[in-house]
């Protein structure tokens, strides 16, 4: 049993228990600090993952646990999520009633979490992963408990949270019942039948329904625009990057590791889960009036997009989905860090609030618009060439079934139509004529920082994809796709 691979995990969790203490003694004014400290210390236990290697799978706990190139992969990414989410913890600390060190200590819980889905090789430690990220957000998204619309995110999240645990914790049930295991590799003599039981099927379906709702794909996608509205703005980010990274790569561990036959075999349900889901996160996003709202549609529409690559079943499309997911967190962190410093007075999130944002602050204007162009999918921003990957790896599968060019088609629509909404925020910040706020905006030294870190991320995977492809390339090659 090789535990000293989960010590990216055991350090994480240490710094939120050591975060926990600290926030005993040290002084309410100055408990906004412990924001930097947890900021240095996912710093240095993100650079130690670059001492690990992946190229060659290895095992702990009785191999529930796996260290492979996709969770290293996908430990990186949720430690750089975290790392922009906690800066954005920090502008937002003074709007916390109190409790800012157990907020910062959540974030890291969930991290956790996350990172253990990542290395998941049983449902049992999918089961465990999934419920800590839950948990945790069940208070994260409440933890503003002076605010209505905050406590509102938190019911809803809560109750349809713990209907999708419930399916999520039967379908395994089924799952063992049918497969006599909770390994992602059953062996054994009826191994190869397990595609033909109808137990198996149930239960994996039970799976896919939990994991749906962490992804927000149709039709669990119900609770993502009232959760995203109402929740605390890092909350929300955390949400969007880091909860919805955790799902997929459970979701692609699940059907290509675990039940690859069973996957071939329901190849139409998702795509037709893929259109439904990007028909209604896009056409959803048009009338909507507030930015976080808006972009709790534009989320359900990106797991449209990235449910391209599943529905494709190909490594193309799987190493599509990592790269659309790493422009995905820059265009993301840049847009919600914009919001938190934007409505520092209020966290609505109003259209409105961004009028003028030009001439508060030039800076903030041009990050946000570039996130809404890249969101967009406009080039030479990371959103173009990812959608790029991902309707390129659907072409090449219409080669042999021409239903493919209508999910493109639908694809194609969807991105069209985003263009009116993301080019509306733009509008909001330089043309609207209605101003509530003219004060200038101060952006303290790391969160410039952060900023510039989110452009040069969003510039670089558009203009120079092929590092990152390659890294996704490399990644994708432990679900043994074609």
Known sequence: MNALLTLPEIAVVALGLGLLLLDLWTPPDQKRQLGYIAVAGLGLILAATFTLHGSNPQYAFGQIYVMDGLALFFKRFFLLGALFVLVMS?????????????????????LAGMMWAASANDYSLLFVAIELITISFYVLNSFRRNQADSLEAGAKYLILGALASAFLVYGIAFVYGGSGTLSFHPTGPNSTDLSLSPIFQLGLAM?????????????????????????????????????????????????????????????????????ITILYGNLGAVPQRNVKRLLGYSSIAHAGYMLLGVAAMSAAGAAAILYYLGGYLFTLAAAFTVICLAFRKSDTGDLAGLAGLHHRSPFLAATLTLAMVSLAGIPP??????????????????????????????????????????????????????????????????????????????????????????????????????
């Open 90 to 110: 920090t502008d937002f600390a003074d709007r916390f009633p109190a409790g800012i060190g157990e907020y910062y200590a959540l974030i890291l819980f969930a």
């Open 207 to 275: 799976v896919l329904v939990g994991l749906g709702f962490k992804i927000a794909a149709f039709p669990f996608q119900i609770w993502a625009p009232d959760v995203y509205q109402g929740s605390p703005t890092p909350t929300t980010a955390f949400l969007a990057i880091g909860s919805k990274a955790a799902g997929f790569v459970l979701l692609l561990r699940v059907l290509f590791s675990a039940a690859p036959d069973v996957a071939t075999h329901w190849r139409p349900w998702w795509m037709a889960v893929c259109a």
């Open 381 to 482: 921003l990371a959103g173009f060439f990812g959608k790029f990957l991902l309707l390129k790896a659907v072409v090449q599968r219409g080669i042999t079934n021409p239903a493919y060019y209508w999910l493109v088609a639908v694809a194609l629509f969807g991105i069209v139509v985003s263009l009116y909404f993301y080019l509306n925020v733009v509008r909001a910040i330089y043309w609207s004529k209605t101003r509530t706020e003219t004060a200038p905006i101060e952006i303290p030294r790391l969160t410039r920082f952060s900023l510039y870190g989110c452009i040069a991320g969003m510039l670089y995977l558009g203009l120079l994809p092929n590092t990152f492809l390659n890294w996704a390339q490399e990644a994708v090659k432990a679900l043994h796709l074609n």
